[in-house]
T-cell receptor, first 114, second 112 residues
C-alpha cells in the first residue's frame, strides 16, 4: 500500500530534549516536505526536499533541522524543543514537485513540549 | 502579503444538499490550485485540482470552479453525505515554486 509513515504519532517531551520525528514514503517520490498545523493557521511549511541531499527552508524553519540521505526518508529534528513548537506535524511527499501533482500526507505526529 | 484564505470557518449543511466551500487567493501568478479534505485524526487527502488555464473541473460528486478575475476558488460537493464531514483546505502553488500555501480551512458539518 502506497503510504507516508510518520513516527511517533504522539509525543510529550520537555524543553530542550532533542527529538526526531521520522518520515518514510514507499512511493519513490522525489519531493518531500514537513508542515506544522496550528489552530486557525492552516498548514505551514517547515522544510522541503526536492531530492536526496537537496533541502530548503519553508516558511517557518526556525528551531528545526532536516536531512535527506535516502530518497524514502526525511526526518524532522528538533535540537532543543521549546513550548512554541507544540503542534501537529505532517510529512508529505509528491512525485516531482507541488506543481506537478498532489501531495500525499502522513497521519500526523502530535507533539507537546512542556 | 500573499495569502490563501477561506470565506467561512464553518459550514453546516443538511444531508443530501449541495455544499459550496469558498476560497480567496491573492497571487495572480499562482497557476495550480488544490482542494484537500482532512478528516479527524488523519492527514489531508487530495480531492481535486485545477490549473489556471481552466475555469471548471469535475470529479466524482465534486466540482472545482476557478474565477481568475476575482481570484476566487470554490469547491462544490453534490448530495452531501455524512462522510463528507471534515475540514477542507484550499491550496495554492506559485509558478516555478516548490511550496504549497494552504488556507486556514473550513469545517463542514453534515446534519442527518
Amino acid at each position: 500500500e502506497a503510504q507516508v509513515t510518520q513516527n511517533p504519532r504522539y509525543l510529550i517531551t520537555v524543553t530542550g530534549k532533542k527529538l526526531t520525528v521520522t518520515c518514510s514514503q514507499n512511493m519513490n517520490h522525489e519531493y518531500m516536505s514537513w508542515y506544522r498545523q496550528d489552530p486557525g493557521l492552516g498548514l505551514r511549511q517547515i522544510y522541503y526536499s526536492m531530492n536526496v541531499e537537496v533541502t530548503d527552508k519553508g516558511d517557518v524553519p526556525e528551531g528545526y533541522k532536516v536531512s535527506r540521505k535516502e530518497k524514502r526518508n526525511f526526518p524532522l529534528i528538533l535540537e532543543s524543543p521549546s513550548p512554541n513548537q507544540t503542534s501537529l506535524y505532517f510529512c508529505a511527499s509528491s512525485f516531482q514537485g507541488v506543481n506537478t501533482g498532489e501531495l500525499f500526507f502522513g497521519e500526523g505526529s502530535r507533539l507537546t513540549v512542556l | 502579503g500573499e495569502s490563501v484564505g477561506l470565506h467561512l470557518p464553518t459550514l453546516s449543511v443538511q444531508e443530501g444538499d449541495n455544499s459550496i466551500i469558498n476560497c480567496a487567493y491573492s497571487n495572480s501568478a499562482s497557476d495550480y490550485f488544490i482542494w484537500y479534505k482532512q478528516e479527524s485524526g488523519k492527514g489531508p487527502q487530495f480531492i481535486i485540482d485545477i490549473r489556471s488555464n481552466m475555469d471548471k473541473r469535475q470529479g466524482q460528486r465534486v466540482t472545482v470552479l476557478l474565477n481568475k478575475t476575482v481570484k476566487h476558488l470554490s469547491l462544490q460537493i453534490a448530495a452531501t453525505q455524512p462522510g463528507d464531514s471534515a475540514v477542507y483546505f484550499c491550496a495554492e502553488n506559485m509558478t516555478g515554486g516548490f511550496k504549497t500555501i494552504f488556507g486556514a480551512g473550513t469545517r463542514l458539518f453534515v446534519k442527518a
